[in-house]
């Protein structure tokens, strides 16, 4: 039965009558009208007179107005930047950049951590084992009832109370944690190592092609080849080749003790693992309970009748469960993603310069408060903003089709 | 059906009046549940194991070990090296015994602290009143309205022979308090207009400013806001006013709480049937008639327990008033922790800090729960 | 065909002499915690024949026939299906739920995957079967359920009527020896139990091996070889359709069946 023919009551109807506005109070146009003036207009009147006054103190108090500053040298010291930065030649706008990566570089982590941690807790809280259950439970209940800049707090008072360089923490030669952040072996970059991350994606790629054979294999004739298994060689062994046929060099940067602190090696500052420790663990009981009611809001029927069709647990979860329940899972998991985001701006509170750290700084030192406060707002704004617009795609992408 | 059947049975059937022994009792369910797998056996080890390590060195750290007073000098400075002494082997709980009133009642003069600490056994009362369903009557708003203006004269003063005791003196758990619920006390009527304007189908102006302000505030962290009262707030004011510190926290986390309520409330609204607003039409009563006695007593009651969720959570966010300089619990912890003697110990006045925080958010999340259990059952008619 | 026709069919089918025993419940006892669920429970089904179960709530008849594909698990007892026992072994799980099929009151249809596929999914995963052959079969067993039409829709857009009907083809695809039925026209709006009926009779005449959890005592009397009437956990009488209704011998059953058949 197609549904190609025309809705029949658009066959032959004419267009409806246009209503006329009566100026009078009975016409419910009018009114409505009226009323949005009335109610525009107020906030029109109140946010006249607030500009009008804050350009009088601006003016009072000898503030400029503008982004100009963006173009003056900031004079901000920043402890931590992924870009190189000089506080007596960059500009503001530079820190501020530096601001919105070190934000980012934060969140993303972050929101890594978070969802792995929580999703473990999360099918931890489901399990049969009733210390688990218990102790997950525990977990999330209790992380939830204690501010979250407290946590901060709380982590960044432990790392500070680790021992100096000299007696640090490590684990052989290659990590060490003390009072002044983690410490770390680093590779030194090699163009090799360029060519061997070339290989590991070729491994992604043609482990997807092997996939889509194997897909094809299965559709033929039923049986279906080993895909995991080749994947893993292929996305292993090709990198590995390829390091090996470059001379396999491998050249450890080790942080060496130098008198009271380390030289070389990667860093990690307490304040950045203090704050990435606190806002995963604090983020990933939310996520533990999201991934739990998901799991759970999949009907019992459902496992039920894939069970009585002889599918077994694996094939269960992954096509059957996992779908449904990814579906009830992913709005709520997007907007504690948001609440990460918006929690690395504790940072100020610990010392980490984020976007808000170095704004603030700005505004205080520039004195132009309204640009500094506006600086902000649009970052994050920007930010919640495309995660908004990335859910409601997916949200109308993976909709149940329903009458 | 009916109680006496006499049954000719074609068959004698001996039915046993207990399952057999490896399904019931203690054991079984030790089976089922610890070690029902080999899997499940070693969790059950592993953690069985470090959850007995964690309590036997916390038991031993907290309580055994613990040192819970310090001797004073001549100049009633504690000495605390029995405390320095103890270090990573006991607990130092005498920091708890010298700084409790500084954490719990800020810079209020000593002798009037019994005004804080009435303010605070009053909150909790006007929290326990609220929750009691039987209260739920337009009378609860009267309530609210005498309790926080009794509050607001026992913290200042002035009045009725009580010293006055201006803002910049309070702190610490009152201060938190104060900050949560007159928040949410003026939060509230504003989230509701929000909610009915963005809800509104005939005044899509009114509709664009609500979805402005919701979007807004939710789009960014409560610290901007804050930044924005502190440093922004002084710039809207004429010459020559000034607006406490305090005021402008407080404007800010009502802004904020706002948005978040208004959410809520709006998920109330549209879970309501149509037909409710449609009789009510019917009936003939205005708009307001018809949102303050039909609509909004049913949207607001389904949205109870997120709404206290949503408390919870301001109640927690209270905290960032610190980083503009307001003395809240928290950060009268941290101003004790910068007393020498104290410096180094920080995990004690941070569990303290904790069980505090946990009392009153752990009680209220359980409210919330067997709240919407009690009213999910009476839906599920 | 013709409702007499049917009924001619189903007769003639009744004297076949039946096969061996497919399905062997000796003296099954199920608790749940201390409630005796299942007391004692013996029963055989043999090939190609049918079977009602009927019974008050609470009488245990779900339990029983959701512990024969072992979605439940009894304590006590045995339970021999096709000549497998069922054991916590999986390997003999596996057979039996080949051999068994199953329909839900609540249908319990994947609503992300359209009907076809839902069809398809146990055929290409578990049978391994290539997926055009898996297809192919679908859409028979989708065309003797009266609705090839709606393979590409998903269950969200179907009625409660033809998603039964569609559980039943699922099942049908894995080629089963035993259906169980539990309750399945219960959830139905009334003016759609009889399509679903009307499939249920064309399997039964068609010689599957059946065994029906329902209330719907005119199909009982049309199909079932034998009506078994539990209460309590335990089997209290079962027989003949006809025997059953016209001549019950317990009160027990003669109070049940005073409270369903008013009227039919």
Redesign the interface.
Known sequence: MSGATADPRLIGARAAPRKALRLSWSDPIFRAIFWQVVIVGIIVLIAWYLIGNTSRNLAARHIATGFAFLGRVAGIPIGESPIAYNPAVDTYGTALIIGILNTLRLAAVGIVLATILGTLIGIGRLSSNWLLARLTAFYVETLRDIPVLLQLFFWYSVLQAMPPPRQSWHVGQLLYLSNRGARFAELDWDPAYTWTLGGLMLGVVLTFAWSRIARQRQDATGRRPPVWPVGLCLMIGLPLAIWALFGAPFRPDIPVLHGFNFQGGGTISPEYFALLLGLSIYTAAYIAEIVRSGIQSVPLGQWEAAGALGLRRGNILRRIVLPQALRVIIPPMTSQYLNITKNSSLAVAIGFQDIVSIAYTTLNQTGQAIEGVAIIMAVYLTISLSISLFMNWYNARIALVER | MSQSVASVDSRDIAARERPPSGVTGPWAWARANLFGSWWSTAVTLVLGYLILRFAVSFISWGVLHAVWSVPYDAEGKPDNTACQNAKGIGACWAVIADKYRLILFGRYPYEEQWRPALCVVLFIGLYVVSAIRRFWRKELALIWVGTLVAIGVLMWGGVLGLPLVTEDFWGGLPLTLILATFGLAFAFPLAILVALGRRSTTLPAVKMLCVLYIELIRGVPLIALLFMASVMFPLFMPEGVNIDKLLRAQIAIILFAGAYLAEVVRGGLQALPKGQGEAADALGLTYWQMTSLIILPQALRLVIPPLVNTFIGFFKDTSLVLIIGLFDLLYMGKVALSDPPWQSFSSEIYLMLAVVYIAFCFAMSKYSRALERELGRAHRR | MSQAAVSEQVVAHMADTKGPPIIVMDHV?K?Y??L?VL??VSMTVAEKERVVVCG?SGSGKSTMIRCI?R?EVH??GQIVVDGTELTDDLRSL?TI??E???V?Q?F?????LTILENCT??P??????????AEELAMNFLTRVKIP?QAK??P??LSGGQQQRV?IA??LC?RPKIMLFDEPTSALDPEMIKEVLDVMIELAVSGMTMVCVTHEMGFARQVADRVVFMDRG?I??SGTPQRMFEDP????LK?FLSQILRGH
């Not at chain 3, 290409?124 to 052959?133: D, N």
């Open positions: 006892n608790w915690g201390s005796h007391r004692d008050p594909n979605l304590q006590e596996d739920r080949r068994v099929g199953m839900f609540s319990n249809l994947f609503p992300h999914l146990a290409i995963w578990v049978r391994k079967t290539p997926k055009a052959e039409e829709k998903y969200g857009q559980a699922r099942a894995m335990e209290v009488e011998q317990t009160d027990r109070l």
